[in-house]
């Protein structure tokens, strides 16, 4: 079972040992403070994730969420469902649905948040509720 979190403002994924930075980030991160070797480079436009490489145990911080797909298809899923097209960073609308379907910004701290149902819903109904959200207010 997959871990997904957040780090410095873009996802980070946790699948079978392997991590993958999904989207852009959008503050400084120290990456070897938090036990990564630092990316070659982060242009999610042009390459929506990569892998990152551990020094050592690193731990995925809550609000968190679990998924049953595992790989690199993990992340291309998360980076199909979550990245805004236009600036490759992640949506903070979508990652809220995700995390808080109800809206009653109730951010889970203690347990991951079961979200099998984001990598198995049908790429067209997702399309319908990411353009509902991303909709401008």
Do not use: Q
Not at 29 to 58: H, Q, W
Not at 60 to 79: F, V, Y
Not at 85 to 102: A, K, Y
């Amino acid at each position: 079972m997959a871990r997904v979190g957040r780090l410095a403002g873009a996802i980070l994924a946790e699948t079978g040992g392997r991590f993958f930075l999904i989207g852009n980030t959008k503050e400084p991160c120290d990456f070897e403070a938090v036990g990564f070797e630092p990316p070659a480079a982060i242009d999610a436009l042009k390459r929506p994730y990569v892998a990152l490489t551990a020094r050592r145990p690193v731990e995925i911080t809550p609000p968190c969420l679990t998924l049953d797909l595992e790989g690199e298809s993990l992340a291309a899923t998360l980076a199909e469902r979550l990245l805004i097209e236009r600036n490759g960073s992640v949506s903070e609308r979508l990652w809220r649905l995700v995390i808080d379907p109800s809206g009653e910004e109730a951010v889970p701290t203690e347990r991951p948040v079961e979200a099998r149902w984001l990598g198995e819903i049908p790429a067209p109904i997702w399309k319908i509720v990411r353009d509902t959200v991303l909709r401008c207010l």
